[in-house]
């Protein structure tokens, strides 16, 4: 996998915490930093895609009410209950 150099601004805090996961796991900050970053990106544009594809559903008429979407829960919710 190819990488690329960033500089980044941290709070004097996170680095200091930073430190001392980096100390105890014996792994490099840059790592932490970057597995941090990378975690982060990977959550956030699964939030951000989830968003855009309800959006477009909307958008197409794939939608039910609330009031539907309720009775399925619940009515998913008592089959899953007995068994």
Known sequence: MSSTTMTVRLPNETKSKL???????????????????ADYAERELAIVEGIEEGLEDERAGRVISHDDAMLRIGQAIEKASKG
Do not use: M, V
């Open 19 to 37: 430190e001392r996961l980096a100390e105890h796991t014996n792994r490099s900050l840059s790592f932490l930093a970057g597995r941090a970053i």
